[in-house]
């Protein structure tokens, strides 16, 4: 008796031991971003125009003095993981043979890393194609469809509730930034993955099997971002809004990494 408590003394210590040394703890901010050169990739897309234009130019700066307050010393951007392609482009960048497109991951991403003197930025992404079209395929052919219909209704009302299109020319960068990374925005964009659960009927759960894709993709880029995540780092991440909400919730449960908001280094837009 007294052996095996001795043992199972010795494996909690060596366990907690274990833990203690290879806990990081590091500082993460999810900046949610649009898609700038509006590839339409998102079932209702943000299309602000002219990105190249003076005035939009103006305001990324503005971002990026704004972003630089966080001074974080890694970036990590939606690109598939361990792929080199925006290593190569920055690379060409940072040696002024690299003129910035209209991808967000360029004209933020790419500018405030050469900005802060950073020699590398880094890939967390991890590609998974939404069967979304199966599922309302199915939902057509199995008398669902209603719940597509009331699904897009409920999240197009929400989503122009905030981004109204007649309206969103008007907004600065600085204040379509600030909305998208607002709770109300998470919320809203999480919400169409979870009203998916209704699609599906006996033993086939086809809005479950969607919303878990979903769900598997955001857990393996959280895994990608600790993958590159050391002791004391502070890594900025800048990825298409949709993500924010999970990647910000799985972060905050994991020991050792600190999820800071991004609102904190946005002005709030005036009302």
């Given at each position: 008796m007294k052996k095996s408590i001795l043992i199972n003394c010795i494996i909690l210590y060596l366990f907690s031991a274990l833990q203690c040394y290879s806990q990081k703890k590091f500082d993460v901010m999810i900046l949610g971003t649009?898609?700038?050169?509006?590839?339409?990739?998102?079932?209702?897309?943000?299309?602000?125009?002219?990105?190249?234009?003076?005035?939009?130019?103006?305001?990324?700066?503005?971002?990026?003095?704004?972003?630089?307050?966080?001074?974080?010393?890694?970036?990590?951007?939606?690109?598939?993981?361990?792929?080199?392609?925006?290593?190569?482009?920055?690379?060409?960048?940072?040696?002024?043979?690299?003129?910035?497109?209209?991808?967000?991951?360029?004209?933020?991403?790419?500018?405030?890393?050469?900005?802060?003197?950073?020699?590398?930025?880094?890939?967390?992404?991890?590609?998974?194609?939404?069967?979304?079209?199966?599922?309302?395929?199915?939902?057509?052919?199995?008398?669902?469809?209603?719940?597509?219909?009331?699904?897009?209704?409920?999240?197009?009302?929400?989503?122009?509730?905030?981004?109204?299109?007649?309206?969103?020319?008007?907004?600065?960068?600085?204040?379509?930034?600030?909305?998208?990374?607002?709770?109300?925005?998470?919320?809203?964009?999480?919400?169409?993955?979870?009203m998916s659960l209704n699609i599906g009927k006996d033993d086939k759960y086809i809005g479950a099997d969607f919303a878990a894709k979903w769900y598997a993709r955001n857990l393996k880029i959280t895994s990608n971002i600790l993958r590159i995540a050391k002791d004391g780092d502070k890594i900025l991440v800048l990825i298409g809004a949709g993500h924010a909400k999970l990647l910000k919730e799985y972060l905050s449960q994991i020991p050792g990494a600190n999820v800071v908001s991004s609102l904190h280094f946005l002005h709030q837009p005036s009302k």
């Open positions: 649009f898609h700038m050169n509006v590839p339409k990739r998102d079932v209702f897309n943000i299309a602000v125009y002219n990105i190249l234009g003076e005035r939009r130019q103006q305001e990324i700066a503005e971002l990026i003095e704004q972003l630089k307050e966080y001074k974080p010393n890694k970036i990590a951007l939606e690109v598939p993981f361990n792929n080199n392609y925006m290593l190569s482009r920055f690379e060409e960048y940072i040696n002024n043979k690299y003129k910035l497109t209209d991808d967000e991951r360029d004209q933020i991403g790419l500018r405030l890393a050469k900005n802060l003197g950073h020699k590398t930025i880094y890939a967390i992404d991890y590609k998974e194609d939404l069967p979304i079209n199966e599922a309302i395929a199915w939902a057509e052919q199995n008398g669902q469809v209603y719940l597509v219909d009331e699904i897009m209704f409920s999240f197009r009302n929400k989503f122009f509730s905030l981004f109204n299109p007649d309206s969103i020319e008007t907004k600065s960068i600085n204040e379509i930034f600030y909305l998208i990374n607002s709770p109300p925005f998470d919320n809203i964009n999480h919400s169409i993955y979870l």
